[in-house]
């Protein structure tokens, strides 16, 4: 009972995470435009995502834009948006993996218990490898937003500060590592139990019966 319950905990907190990066990845607030330098600009504010711009103004008004062509986008865009959609993909996989490997289902009959183990030990796997996935366009955004604020060399209408969809897929990568673990961990394969045997001082293989044949004339 503990390791199943160990087993829905985990399978709760991947989805969590799962849910999570797919609401981070079409947010546009990874990068919020900075008020840095000696003018400060309040009537409007430049949100931007993997996906689309939005311009909000102090009137409350707010534009949004997708961006016009992929290939124009830099690099570490596009590697971001690789990055991400193909870790929730493989979190969706999991997740039908782990609903059909959880102990408290029955998608493989009763006497599957082998082979539901093995199939909750590869969605864990899989749910802990979209999290380390998942984080490498998050940590690689928030390197590169820190590293130009404080690069001389950046106008400062062009500098950016970290959005809040950024600690928002840290709590979702996190989530998703440490359910892809839980379930690794509550999926252990059902033990097997030796059939003791009495008698024979403890042997376990009897000994060889040697019969003589006699010949009669």
């Known amino acids: 009972m503990a390791s199943t319950g160990l087993q829905l905990l985990g399978l709760l907190l991947a989805v969590m995470g799962w849910v999570g990066g797919a609401l981070v990845c079409a947010a546009p607030l990874w990068r919020v435009s900075a008020f840095a330098g000696g003018e400060i600009v309040i009537a409007q504010v430049l949100w931007e995502g993997l996906w689309m711009t939005c311009l909000s103004q102090s009137t409350g008004q707010i534009q949004c834009k997708t961006y016009d062509s992929t290939l124009a986008l830099p690099i570490s865009a596009q590697v971001s948006r690789t990055l991400s959609v193909l870790s929730l993909l493989l979190c969706l996989f999991a997740l039908l993996l782990g609903v059909a490997g959880a102990k408290c289902t029955k998608c493989l009959g009763e006497g599957a218990y082998s082979s539901k183990a093995r199939l909750a030990r590869v969605a864990g796997a899989l749910f802990f490898f979209s999290g380390l996935l998942y984080l490498i366009p998050i940590c690689w955004t928030a390197y590169a937003v820190v590293r130009d604020f404080y690069d001389p060399k950046v106008a400062a209408p062009l500098k950016r500060e970290l959005g809040p969809a950024l600690y928002l897929g840290w709590g979702a990568g996190v989530l998703l590592l440490v359910g892809g673990a839980l379930l690794n961990a509550g999926s252990s394969p059902p033990a097997v139990r030796e ?17 003589e044949e006699k010949e009669y004339v």
């Open 195 to 211: 059939t003791p045997t009495f008698g024979g001082g403890g042997r376990s293989n009897p000994l060889p019966v040697v019969v």
